[in-house]
């Protein structure tokens, strides 16, 4: 019975020896197959010349020529707009005086011709009477160099943006192959140490095969007809034995994975259920805002032409914004976004109309433009409710005049307005309001 039991057991640990060997070789060929994978991911990176940090330096030089550009530019439209608002001013007036009373008769009607023809201008440079067509030229030629520049300045801008996106991808690259090689060294260590505990196992199988050799050998002696049946149910009840914890284990397995399918199903169902209620909240949303923008839009449209219509300047017709859809690109993935257009329609002196830009406007119809998109957001997003005051300051660039005007539309639609002014720019305004002049 001993040589019995003692077989039973070396046979149970031969098994158990082959299992442990048999899985040790699988993870190894699960290695070797990652370790390929990995050098084959990272003989797929290409071997770029260029680098990170010599993308960087040239990203930066164009940014210094676009800030160099951008003070060109500056510079240009400061001298485009005074040289507007001069020629809408028609020059400096200049008196002409003479030193005797015949030269005076004589030069007087040609001074009265000069100043008869609209088409000229006293020269705010040098004071003499220019035509107005000359001035006009040099503008225009002005504003060709400006949109040149403007031009060349969104070239250097689209420049820096596909640098910028491919340094960023050189960085990405370059941690995705330092994290490949970690791996794959880490696999290379993992594969040694797997080889050498399948070369221990592969040993202690050998002795363990010779052990039960020996042992079946010392059992056979002691067979007869009666042993013989006991010897083969001893064999029958130690496969058996293994068969059933083979079982119970794949069991246990295949319980776990199906809590784990049925706790996932359950998670999804949630999941599922949040999702729609967030495509529902999304979908209001974008709704509201696609309201709130479209209202936003009409506010200001409509209270700008009536704010010009009040104030009368000379040469704008219209002033209005356009929403509409564009696609832009973040990163790689071009989206579509809404986008606001500001249009502004001037009309000549001799009737032709024509689109200008918000760079042309002066410093005054910048203001007036600036404070009628506040008032149309202050109303469309229903501030007043919350914060029924509003102040208007550094309103130095528009005359008093229209100071006045503007105080009076905005007082319909605040409950409690202040006005910080000028002691000259408040003269026009009515006696009616409350002025506080020390604090």
């Keep these: 019975e001993s040589a019995f039991t003692d077989l039973q057991e070396a046979r149970t640990e031969l098994e158990s020896i082959e299992y442990d060997l048999e899985t040790e070789r699988e993870s190894r060929a699960e290695l070797e197959a990652e370790r390929d994978d990995l050098t084959a991911e990272l003989e797929a990176f290409d071997d770029d010349p260029e680098s990170p940090d010599r993308l960087e330096g040239r990203v930066q030089e164009l940014r210094d020529r676009k800030r160099s550009l951008d003070t060109t530019v500056s510079e240009l439209q400061s001298v485009i707009r005074f040289n507007e608002e001069r020629l809408a001013e028609d020059g400096f007036d200049v008196d002409l005086e003479v030193d005797d009373g015949a030269a005076a008769d004589d030069d007087g009607d040609v001074t009265d011709q000069l100043l008869a023809d609209s088409d000229d201008v006293v020269c705010w440079t040098c004071g003499s009477r220019v035509d107005r067509d000359r001035i006009e030229a040099t503008l225009d030629r002005l ?56 070369e221990a196992l592969e040993a202690d199988l050998e002795e363990q095969r010779a052990r039960v050799e020996d042992l079946e050998s010392d059992a056979e002696t002691y067979e007869n007809a009666e042993y013989g049946e ?158 029924p005051f509003m102040l208007l300051d550094s309103l130095e660039a528009i005359d008093s005049n229209r100071i006045a005007d503007l105080v009076a539309y905005f007082e319909e639609y605040v409950d409690c307005l202040v006005v910080a002014l000028l002691r000259e720019d408040a003269e026009a305004l009515s006696e009616s309001y409350t002025y506080v002049e020390e604090i």
Aim: hydrophobic fraction near 30%.
């Design 230 to 387: 006991v010897i083969d149910t001893h064999r029958d009840l130690n496969r058996l034995e293994l068969e059933l914890e083979d079982l119970e284990a794949e069991r246990d397995e295949v319980e776990a994975r199906i809590a784990e399918i049925e706790e996932k199903i359950e998670e999804r169902s949630d999941l599922e259920e949040r999702r729609e209620t967030v495509e529902d909240e999304l979908t209001d949303l974008r709704t509201r805002v696609d309201r709130i923008e479209e209202n936003a839009v009409d506010a200001f449209n409509d209270h700008m032409d009536s704010i010009l219509s009040i104030l009368e300047y000379r040469n704008i017709d219209r002033i209005w914004i356009e929403r509409r859809e564009r696609t832009v690109r973040e990163g790689r993935r071009k989206v579509s976004r809404t986008a606001f257009d500001l249009h502004i329609v001037r009309t000549t002196e001799d009737g032709r109309t024509y689109e200008d830009t918000v760079d042309h406007l002066s410093e005054s119809e910048r203001e007036v433009t600036g404070l009628v998109f506040a008032l149309a957001g202050y109303l469309v997003h229903d501030v007043y409710e919350i914060v």
């Design 143 to 198: 504003r060709s160099l400006r949109q040149r520049k403007l031009d060349e300045r969104s070239d250097l801008q689209e420049q820096i943006d596909d640098l910028s996106d491919r340094r960023k991808e050189l960085r990405e690259q370059r941690q995705k192959r330092g994290e490949i090689e970690t791996r794959l060294e880490a696999v290379e260590d993992e594969l040694e140490r797997r080889t050498d505990r399948i």
